[in-house]
């Protein structure tokens, strides 16, 4: 498995922007998908952004036009860029590396590497 850090939660209020960061080491991050998952309180953990290897993004409906998901292959780090945030959005967000390389994939159970999770918590 590989090793991920995520950094940059914290609290905001509604409309707000944050960033979140992802290091990942024990991998060869450039030939992974990536991908930010998230879990409200009371709820089950979701998708909420992904980025194959090969740059091509894809996001849940609800953060569509507001959050954008990127990669910096040379730094082995991915990043969620989250715009015009709700008190909805509010959660402990992970990264997420799936065991097998080079596929496309949003579902859970195909990622095997976690982080450690950071809250974010937006005001209204």
């Known amino acids: 498995q590989a090793r991920l850090v995520e950094s940059g939660g914290g609290l905001v209020q509604a409309g707000s922007s944050l960033r979140l960061s992802c290091v990942v080491s024990?991998?060869?991050?450039?030939?992974?998908?990536m991908a930010w998952f998230r879990q409200a309180p009371g709820k089950e953990r979701e998708f909420v952004a992904g980025?194959?290897?090969?740059?091509?993004?894809h996001y849940t409906d609800s953060v569509k036009g507001r959050f954008t998901i990127s990669r910096d292959n040379a730094k082995n780090t991915m990043y969620l860029q989250m715009n015009s945030l709700k008190p909805e959005d509010t959660g402990v967000y992970y990264c997420?590396?799936?065991?097998?390389?080079?596929?496309?994939?949003?579902?859970?159970?195909?990622?095997?590497?976690w982080g450690q999770g950071t809250q974010v918590t937006v005001s209204s």
């Open positions: 024990g991998r060869t991050f450039s030939d992974y998908t």
């Open positions: 980025i194959s290897w090969i740059d091509s993004a």
């Open positions: 997420a590396a799936p065991r097998t390389p080079r596929i496309a994939t949003v579902q859970e159970t195909d990622f095997d590497s």
